[in-house]
């Protein structure tokens, strides 16, 4: 069995959000999210030298809209995560000091626009985030604990319609070429000019 990118299944970072991969540059299709923690080559204090898929405008992107724009996601994770926003994701670099006044008016007419709707999104954030950190063994402070313990809870009464998928499923999906390119390009054997010629073939 093969599996074929027939949706717009997009692999991005964890904490930036940028695209490391995606299946199809066609944005007719909703976006299947896959969440990859890995050093970014735009937001990283580390060296990255990886070439991905991130050289787009996310101020055009409609992930972030959920977010009320790229803006608006950046001064989120600017507020909620400090810490990532200095350490992890190089400070300036994934918002220039310039910017960050705009960036932060953004933020609060999205919450007034959005409502309930960037609520979810940024709850749906913080546990992705906190849950990383929870299976890599770092300790959590409680309120973490709980929006982890909570959303488990409701991911849980989904899982009942998926009960049906056959679980060789999910290793064909890790042994994929899409996984694989994903591999390739975290291990720096991945150009962008090599997979459009793939790509045309
Ligand atoms: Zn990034």
């Excluded at 050093?39 to 972030?64: E, I, L, W």
């Excluded at 926003?85 to 960050?100: C, V």
């Excluded at 940024?122 to 959590?140: K, N």
């Excluded at 009960?163 to 290793?171: E, I, R, T």
Aim: proline content about 5%; glycine content about 4%; hydrophobic content about 35%.
């Amino acid at each position: 069995m093969k599996w074929e990118p027939i949706w717009n299944i997009t692999h991005r970072y964890l904490y930036c959000r940028c695209v490391l991969r995606r299946s199809t540059p066609s944005s007719l299709c909703p976006e299947i999210t896959i969440l990859i923690n890995h050093r970014c080559p735009r937001h990283s204090r580390k060296v990255a030298t990886h070439a991905d898929y991130g050289d787009v405008d996310y101020h055009q992107d409609p992930y972030f809209d959920q977010f009320g724009g790229y803006n608006a996601f950046r001064a989120m994770v600017y507020s909620i995560f400090p810490d990532m926003y200095d350490k992890a994701l190089g400070g300036y670099a994934f918002i220039p000091e310039k910017e960050l006044r705009g960036v932060l008016d953004d933020s609060i007419s999205a919450i007034d626009r959005l409502g309930e709707t960037f609520e979810d999104a940024v709850h749906e954030y913080m546990y992705d985030v906190f849950e990383d950190a929870d299976r890599m063994g770092i300790p959590l402070p409680d309120y973490a604990l709980e929006i982890i313990r909570v959303s488990r809870e409701q991911t849980q009464e989904s899982k009942m319609q998926d009960s049906l998928v056959h679980p060789d499923a999910f290793k064909d999906f890790l042994e994929c070429p899409m996984m694989q390119e994903v591999e390739d390009i975290l291990h720096g054997r991945w150009s962008r000019k090599r997979h459009w010629a793939v790509a045309n073939c």
